[in-house]
């Protein structure tokens, strides 16, 4: 079946250092991978997606870049703020060309990040 | 911007009571979603729906849980004997295709 690793947490850093979250996954054909933000007491937020190899999904300072020989998703921004402190969870739905369909998407445990001043 | 929406924000209830909690997904969607996330602990797929019918679930959707769309705006799920293990954060999703999911800010039901 499909499954999603990540890094699991917490990862603390310092404002304005480089961020990293390792996200690999296992799954047949060719998914598209999504990372969401859930920030504290509040639901999930799509932050960026890609739906095909060597895609980069980018937003507010955050990218990905879909590696489909290492079977990864890592996420990535040059430049963190405290408010980017939240729940980070890698996410994958199977292909739409595979009978994806309505299949729900199956997300790795989080990692919970926490920026410092 | 729409938004998918849930109530309650929170529901208490007792073991072996009926839930029902209620989404309106975003209005052109066509694909719904629930999700389940215990504390600490991953996001879960329960069920997805689509035409009026179950598309998928999971082996966490047994028979104690159902979902309609009983007027054509919401979409509900309902647990009707729950247990102390169904405490936990329930999430809607709706989408217009098939890749990206829109989610709703979520119904905490906490089961004593």
């Known amino acids: 079946g499909n499954s999603v690793t990540q890094m699991e947490g917490p990862v603390t850093l310092s404002e304005e250092a480089f961020l990293t979250i390792n996200c690999t996954y296992t799954a047949t054909g060719y998914p598209s991978l999504f990372w969401y933000v859930q920030y504290p007491g509040e639901g999930l937020q799509l932050l960026l997606k890609a739906t095909k190899a060597d895609d980069k999904g980018s937003n507010k300072g955050f990218e990905a870049t879909y590696r489909k020989e290492t079977t990864s998703f890592h996420l990535e921004k040059g430049s963190v703020q405290v408010s980017d402190s939240a729940v980070y969870f890698c996410a994958l739905v199977p292909s739409l060309y595979s009978g994806g369909g309505a299949d729900g998407l199956t997300f790795g445990k989080g990692t919970h990040l926490i920026i410092q001043p | 911007e729409p938004e998918v929406t849930q109530t309650p924000s929170h529901q208490v209830t007792q073991m072996g009571q009926e839930v029902i909690l209620r989404c309106v997904p975003i209005?052109?969607?066509?694909?719904f979603y629930w999700y389940r996330q215990i504390l600490g602990q991953k996001v879960e797929f329960l069920v997805s729906?689509?035409?009026?019918?179950?598309?998928?679930k999971s082996e966490i959707f047994d028979d104690q849980f159902s979902v309609e769309r009983p007027d054509g705006s919401n979409f509900t799920l309902k647990i009707r004997s729950t247990k102390l293990e169904d405490s936990a954060m329930y999430f809607c999703a709706s989408s217009e295709a098939t890749v990206e999911q829109f989610f709703g800010p979520g119904t905490r039901l906490t089961v004593l």
């Open positions: 209005s052109n969607h066509l694909y």
């Open positions: 729906f689509y035409n009026n019918e179950i598309s998928e």
